[in-house]
């Protein structure tokens, strides 16, 4: 019988604030909608509300653009303080272009405004950060379910990256705990005896994106839980889906 996955969206959280404790209210939440978090599962958790709990947040009315931020505002009608933001985020810019930066933050992930982003978050001059270590982000809420729950879970931090050479963004995993972010197929052969030499699938991204389809954009589902996927225990963390530069042909 073919395997499956179910993927439950949880809501209910109230807005999240600086030094919230997020596990307690994703475990809150869950259980006032009567969804059962066991061992086995993952939970996928949107980058801002992380971000918001750990304070990741400015007010655009407090920065003060360098001279570059603004030569680059107004070389490409941006804001010249969100600019000084996404320039202090960025370890490196790849390209600017029509508006938009491609930065590699210190991460190492190379996105749109180094992160930076300025929805779902509440003032019209705030925007969010990406979490100082996913990874820790990821590991605090596991923990936080274990010891409350007794759940041995993986947990996934995601956030919406572009693509080269794809319209549309996806949800992407920034930070893990509990699981490897690869599944490591090499080795292996396939049904027709091929040995397979390559092939390693970043189960981290595709659990992320599937979660997005419960979770939306406008709908407040900041949580996602994934129950039956056999996901590949592991503690490498994030780092393992960051292709070094040496074979980065897109840097």
């Known amino acids: 019988m073919p395997s499956e996955i179910h993927i439950i969206g949880i809501g209910g959280l109230p807005e999240v604030k600086a030094g919230d404790n997020l596990g307690d209210l994703i475990i809150k939440a869950a259980a006032d909608q009567k969804t059962l978090i066991q061992s086995g599962d993952v939970l996928v958790v949107t980058q801002k509300v992380v971000s918001k709990a750990e304070g990741r947040i400015v007010d655009l009315s407090e920065v003060e653009p360098s001279p570059l931020a603004i030569q680059i505002a107004s070389e490409h009608q941006r804001d ?3 600019t000084e933001v996404v ?4 370890k490196r810019i790849v390209r600017m272009d029509r508006g938009v930066i491609i930065a590699e933050t210190r991460h190492g992930f190379r996105c749109a405004n180094a992160g930076v982003d300025a929805s779902n978050v509440e003032g019209q001059e705030t925007v969010a950060l990406l979490p100082l270590d996913p990874d820790a982000s990821a590991k605090a ?8 729950l007794g759940a041995e879970i993986g947990v996934i931090i995601s956030d919406t990256f572009g693509r080269p050479w794809r319209e549309g963004a996806a949800n992407v995993a920034i930070g893990v ?6 599944l490591d197929y090499r080795g292996q052969v396939d049904p027709f005896g091929y040995p397979l030499r390559t092939t390693t699938i970043a189960v981290a991204d595709e659990l992320a994106s ?4 419960v979770m939306g954009k406008l709908d407040q ?7 039956g996927y056999p996901y590949p225990r592991g503690d490498t963390g994030i780092g393992a889906l960051i292709r070094p530069a040496e074979r980065d042909l897109f840097r």
Request: charged share 20%; net charge positive; proline share 9%.
């Open 80 to 82: 010249p303080r969100h």
């Open 87 to 90: 320039l202090r985020e960025s």
């Open 141 to 148: 809420i596991m923990t936080r379910v274990q010891e409350i």
């Open 177 to 182: 705990a509990g699981l490897n972010p690869l």
């Open 210 to 213: 599937a979660a997005e389809l």
């Open 221 to 227: 589902v900041p949580v996602a839980l994934i129950k």
